[in-house]
């Protein structure tokens, strides 16, 4: 089974709409992530959390809130979708004592 | 805060031939600096990463180069096989401190490589 797991994989929505993506992860880390990633730039960090008590805004935060329910679960969510929404989305983990990041599959989203 | 240009945005090479993709970065104090590859339909994995106490990590037919003074550092294939073909990714951070496990990232380089 995937250490990163991100559902649903590809969402359609309308403009309006609230829509949440759920992350994952079986690899016991405390530091998640949420990504978007826009051809020519690159991934941008939405929020990250390096515990379960600790929120933090990303470089492109607003129009998004976030949730982490547990160690092992970080939720993004849309309030209120808009078309430049549109994006790849992935979710991320690591461990305080590495650097690599361990990247979710994708969810694709398209707000129309 | 920390700004990463990466260069070319698509790169097209024939099998066997060399691929450099190359990044600089704005933040004296980033001192660490991975790479990533992004296959269709999966997110991205990191391959290869180096510390600003080293100039130079080879990996195989991977290497990477970091110069500190000049701010850039930058991806070497070697004998590239179409398997190579996907979205590579350069990145940066400090590592230590709040900061730690941010990482800024590049625009991404298209790599195709023909049989």
């Known amino acids: 089974d995937a250490d990163v797991t991100q559902t649903p994989r590809n969402r359609i929505t309308k403009t309006g709409k609230r829509i949440m993506l759920e992350c994952s992860q079986t690899k016991g880390h405390d530091r998640m992530y949420w990504y978007r990633q826009d051809p020519g730039l690159g991934l941008r960090l939405i929020y990250y959390?390096?515990?379960?008590?600790?929120?933090n805004k990303g470089e492109i935060s607003d129009g998004y809130s976030v949730s982490r329910q547990a160690q092992a679960k970080f939720s993004l969510s849309l309030e209120s979708a808009i078309p430049n929404q549109t994006a790849l989305y992935f979710c991320a983990t690591s461990d305080p004592k590495w650097n690599e990041q361990y990247f979710g599959p994708g969810t694709r989203l398209t707000v129309t | 805060g920390e700004n990463v240009e990466q260069h070319p945005s698509t790169l097209s090479v024939q099998e066997g031939d060399s691929a450099v993709i190359k990044c600089t970065y704005s933040d004296s104090a980033s001192n660490y600096f991975p790479w990533y590859k992004q296959e269709l339909g999966k997110g991205p994995q990191l391959i290869i990463d180096?510390?600003?106490?080293?100039g130079e990590k080879k990996d195989q037919r991977i290497a990477v180069t970091l110069n500190k003074t000049a701010k850039h550092f930058s991806l070497h294939i070697t004998e590239t096989q179409p398997e190579d073909s996907a979205v590579y990714f350069c990145?940066?951070?400090?590592?230590?401190?709040?900061?730690?496990?941010?990482?800024?990232f590049g625009q991404g380089t298209i790599l195709t490589v023909h049989p």
């Open positions: 959390s390096f515990d379960v008590k600790d929120i």
């Open positions: 990145a940066s951070t400090f590592s230590g401190g709040t900061s730690y496990g941010k990482l800024t």
């Open positions: 180096i510390r600003s106490n080293v």
